[in-house]
């Protein structure tokens, strides 16, 4: 009878960057391998966010990797063209899932919004 049981909470970030996706056509190759304008433009409306709760969060770019930070907690997730796919969207969510399942949270997107679930 001591179970406790929690849902999880689901907060909005923000709205997804609509011009990402443009930096994935053939004319605008960066020739990086890895698309680094698209995942660059995708995150950067994440780049600096107050929670409701106070804690900080971030999500960019540094090489290779995605580092994402919830409050004192930082996660981060690689980049892999081998492994994953050629293509940047899923080697994107890849290092996403990645990076916030060492957080312990799940980052979504859903009609242009991006989501926090904790």
């Not at 919830?70 to 969207?89: E, F, I, T, Y």
Request: aromatic share 4%; charged share 30%; proline share 4%.
């Amino acid at each position: 009878m001591g179970d406790s049981f929690t849902l999880p909470m689901k907060t909005k970030l923000c709205d997804e960057n609509p011009l990402a996706a443009d930096l994935l056509k053939p004319a605008k190759n960066d020739r990086s391998g890895i698309g680094v304008h698209y995942v660059d433009a995708w995150l950067k409306p994440m780049k600096n966010l107050l929670l409701a709760d106070g804690a900080k969060f971030a999500a960019k770019r540094r090489g290779l990797k995605v580092n994402i930070t919830v409050g004192d907690k930082k996660g981060d997730g690689l980049m892999r063209r081998l492994d994953v796919s050629r293509d940047p969207v899923v080697m994107l969510r890849a290092a996403i899932d990645e990076a916030t399942g060492k957080l312990g949270v799940k980052l979504t997107a859903e009609g242009g919004q991006i989501f926090l679930e904790r």
